[in-house]
Structure formats: C-alpha cells, structure tokens
C-alpha cells in the first residue's frame, strides 16, 4: 500500500483526492518512523539486557566467593579444636580474609557503578580514626573561575565541603647538626667564649634518646628483631649493622635499670600481686643450641577493684623455674599472690620467711581449662557440667568488676559463696566414681587439690577470680620470642626483661611507649636526679611533656 500511495500522480488527482492521498502518505511515514525507533529501542534494551546479565553472572560469582570466605571465618572461631588456629595463626589468617574480603567488595562496587542505582547510604565500616594531634596539611581546591555566569562580578564564598583522608610517610631519618660557634676577642686579650655541648645518653655515638626509643619500641613492642630493622634502615641508605643496634639496646637498658629496679620496687609494696612465667629460650655459647630461661612476670592490677594503685609489671629474667627464683624476686613482698598454681611458687609460703607470710589464690581460669580439655576431646558430660558451673562464678563477677573492695565481698558472700560449697560437693561426688588415673579423674584431681586456694577471693574483695591480669602481659613476651627465636645471651634475657617491663607498664597505664622512653632517655641524658625518680615512672609521664 505505501509504494502505490508513493506511485500515484498527484497533480492528476482532485483536490479532494490529493488532500486525502498526503494525508495517507504522511500517515504511512510516521508508521515507518515509528517502527524505526522501536527497533533501535529493542536493539539497545537487548544491549543493555545483555550487560545486565553478564553483570548479574559477574556479581553471583562475587558472592559466592563472598560465602565462601564466611565459611572459613565460621572454621576459624567455631571449627573443631584439632583444626583450630594458635592466636597468632588465627589473626593472620583474619588478616588475610578481610583483605581478600575487600578485594572482592572493590570489584562489586567497580561492577554496580555501571548500572543506575538509588543512592544508598554509606556502609558502616570500620574505617579508623584520625586523632586529632596528628598534623593537617590543607589543600584548597579552586574552581577554574568564580566571574558569575549573570555578569554581575565574582561570586561569593558561601560554605565549604571539607574531607579528611589518612597519608602516611615512611619512617624518615634525618640528621641533627649541632653547631656551636666560638666567639674571640678582637684585641686577643680574653679568651674564647663557646656553649657547652649539649650532654647524650651515648656521648660521641650516631643515635639521638628518639632513635633509641625507637629502635627499643619496635624490638620489644612491635616484635620487630634487630637484624630485620637493620634490613630496613638499608632500604633508607642507612648501613647499621645489628650488632650496632645491640650495643645501642645494651646502653639504654644499663641506664633504665634504676628505673625499672624502682618501679619493682614500687609494685612489691602492693599487698596484692599476680605472678606467671615464660619461656626465653636463650643461646648457649658452646653447644651449638639453646638453653631454656624464664621471664618470670610479676604484676599488680587493682582497678578491677577500684584500688588507687596504678598498674604495671616487670619481667625478672632466671636461668631457671626453681622456687629459689620466686623466692629471690619476691623478697620484700608479703600478702596475697595469684598464680596458676605452680609449685615453685609454695616456697613463699614457707614459715620463717623474712619477708612475711605470703598467701596463694589460685586461678579458676586454669581450673576451667583442665575441664574444657576433656570436654573438647572426649564430650564428656561431667567435664560439662563443671564447666557450667564454673561459668555461675564467672557471671556474677561480671557483675561487680570495678566495683568497691568490700562491696565485691558482700556479693560473693552472698551469691557466690553458696555455689562454691555446691561445687566442692559435686567434685567430691563425681571423684568418688572416677578412677584417679583417667585423664578427667586427674584434673578433676587438680582442682581439688588446689581448692582452698581458689576459694580464697570469696573472703577478700580485691583478690581476682583468676590470673589473667599477668597472662595478658606475657602474651607479647610470647610473640617477640616467636619473632626472635631466642636471646643470645643470659644478658639478653635480662635486658629484653627490663626494657619490655617498661613498655608494658606503659600499655598498661595508657601511656604511649616511643614517647614515654623518649622522654626518660633524654631525661636521664640531662642528669634526672635519683631524688625524683617517681617523675620517670610510666603512670607519671605527662603526654604533654
């Protein structure tokens, strides 16, 4: 029809033949036009049909990969005892899921922003915090012209968007030229007038009390072995050897033993300490292998119970376990001192001690785990059952922890107390039908026997139900000798005692450990009276300083 209307000669035709024909002919070409765009429509929404749909396959398999990295976080906190991880294992595992995680996320988001979306809000993130001591360098940045587009002149600032991001320059070594010009008379008739140089912890040495402090923090708190900074002060330019560093450790270790000895002294004071010990695997010169020492750590904690004292801890090194240790350490402490039940620990208790009677609480954070061994492996249900009322206790101290002495008192007292004397009737029941031999026979045997010394927090409001105050403080002595094997001398443990008690204590106090040992170094540099040694110790340090 449309090329017989397209044929016909229209000067041939009447008007009103001619009117009706363009009328049909204009009709017949806005049909094809419309056909037209209906086509190009449908070839573009197959198009984007098919974008969407490689999308989609895109994005399933994202989240799939998604599910599956939920899955493995699920095995690493809730999987079988004999797949778990070790803590360190486990956080670089986390480590490595979280990154994976984010990269998966970035590629969705790359992804999504192809396709019209509402806007959403933003995603609750842990995106850190930026303090706001750290240093803001401001970058304006200017439209290309401010003439207003109506001609009236310049436009006028009316607000600003301000956005804060996070830059980080790597460590930055730098040299300090001290200069001290001298001064002569002109008619030669005085002599030379000069300042005196200023004094440095190590006279004539390269490093300033900042770079000791800093080579201090990242061995003893960031678990960073000298031979690996050496490593890195290389890429910097930098040749210090590690035996450098060492000698460098060596020094600020002999002038902070004053104040580490006054800050043991300090803690020993307390009535109410907490002691464990670890491994510092130490190299015997000789043998061609290591030797074990121990750190023994002895720490006072008294704000779970409101206690004015402030917190710290400090690291005796030992060739040995032997109770005489414990004995030495702790010469001049008497009162009550928490432990995992160690015997080592029983020759304070002896009579006749010099420095007083010492009691022993013990802590049912062991006690729970001797349990929780059995019931991991075997299920056993009487295991269970104790654990569940080991659980009872630890509820009701969740309750009063930072409350008052004498108040923790009255509520284990009277909460508490009954459950202890239920639980002593328990473990005599079920001991009674156990054989002593059977694995769960001899821990159940191990709580027993240590029983009067686990009760010992019902009458005694600032005594913890455990030791875990002291076993947090170990943890880092843990990775450092993971990181460094070993300490290559006796010497070495000591020192590596001393220095980490310190920044420990500062952890412990909220204190920043790099400024803090900056401080004191600089403080001891200039000749800090042995009067006033309180100001050095770590709960006196002022940020502000």
């Not at 922890?401 to 108040?407: D, I, L, S, V």
Request: hydrophobic share 40%; aromatic share 6%; glycine share 8%.
């Amino acid at each position: 029809m449309p090329d017989a209307l397209e044929s016909l000669d229209l000067d041939a035709l009447p008007a009103e033949v001619r009117a009706v024909v363009l009328a049909a002919r204009k009709e017949a070409f806005g049909v094809s036009l419309l056909n037209s765009n209906l086509t190009s429509r449908n070839c573009a929404l197959e198009e984007s049909n098919a974008a969407l749909a490689t999308q989609n396959v895109e994005l399933e398999a994202i989240n799939a990969r998604l599910e599956h990295f939920v899955k493995e976080l699920h095995q690493l906190v809730y999987g079988k005892r004999s797949e778990k991880l070790s803590p360190d294992e486990r956080q670089l595992a986390f480590e490595d899921l979280e990154v994976a995680t984010a990269e998966a996320e970035a590629q969705s988001e790359t992804i999504e922003m192809t396709k019209p979306r509402k806007k959403r809000k933003p995603a609750q993130r842990n995106l850190g915090n930026l303090p706001d001591h750290l240093e803001r360098i401001e970058q304006v940045i200017e439209p290309d012209s401010i003439t207003c587009p109506c001609g009236c002149g310049e436009m006028v600032r009316i607000g600003e968007d301000r956005t804060e991001r996070l830059d980080i320059v790597p460590a930055q070594a730098r040299v300090i030229v001290t200069i001290r010009p001298k001064y002569a008379c002109p008619n030669k008739d005085a002599g030379v007038a000069q300042a005196p140089a200023p004094v440095h912890l190590i006279e004539g040495g390269l490093p300033t009390e900042g770079t000791l402090a800093q080579v201090a923090v990242s061995k003893y708190a960031d678990h960073c072995p000298l031979f690996r900074q050496a490593q890195i002060y290389a890429r910097s330019g930098l040749d210090l050897h590690r035996s450098t560093l060492a000698g460098w450790m060596g020094r600020i270790s002999f002038h902070l033993a004053p104040v580490v000895d006054h800050l043991f002294k300090d803690i020993k004071s307390s009535s109410k300490l907490f002691a464990d010990e670890t491994r510092c695997p130490v190299l015997d010169p000789g043998r061609g292998r290591t030797k074990t020492g121990y750190l023994w750590a002895i720490a006072r904690d008294e704000r779970p119970f409101g206690g004015t004292a402030p917190p710290g801890v400090v690291f005796c090194y030992a060739d040995g376990r032997g109770g005489k240790h414990a004995t030495e350490f702790l010469t001049g402490f008497s009162g009550t001192l928490q432990v995992d039940g160690y015997t080592g620990y029983n020759a304070l208790t002896k009579p006749g001690r010099n420095s007083g009677s010492v009691k022993l609480a013990y802590c049912w954070a062991h006690a729970r785990r001797k349990l929780k061994e059995v019931h991991d492996r075997d299920g056993s249900p009487i295991a269970g059952d104790g654990l569940r009322r080991i659980a009872e206790f630890y509820k009701i101290e969740a309750e009063i922890r930072g409350k008052p002495a004498a108040e923790r008192k009255a509520v284990r007292q009277e909460k508490t107390k009954p459950l202890i004397e239920a639980f002593e009737i328990w473990l005599k029941t079920v001991r009674s039908r156990i054989s002593t031999k059977s694995r769960l026979g001899d821990k159940l045997s191990y709580i027993a026997k240590h029983m009067d010394g686990l009760k010992l927090f019902l009458d005694d409001g600032a005594i913890e139900m455990d030791s875990n105050v002291v076993e947090r403080t170990i943890r880092p002595i843990a990775l450092n000798r993971k990181n460094a094997l070993f300490a290559g001398h006796d010497e070495g443990g000591r020192n590596w005692g001393r220095i980490a008690s310190l920044i420990e204590t500062c952890k412990l106090n909220d204190v920043e450990p790099y400024a803090y040992l900056k401080a004191t170094l600089e403080a001891i540099a200039a000749g800090h009276p042995a009067a006033r040694i309180d100001e050095l110790m770590p709960w006196s340090f002022n940020r502000a300083r």
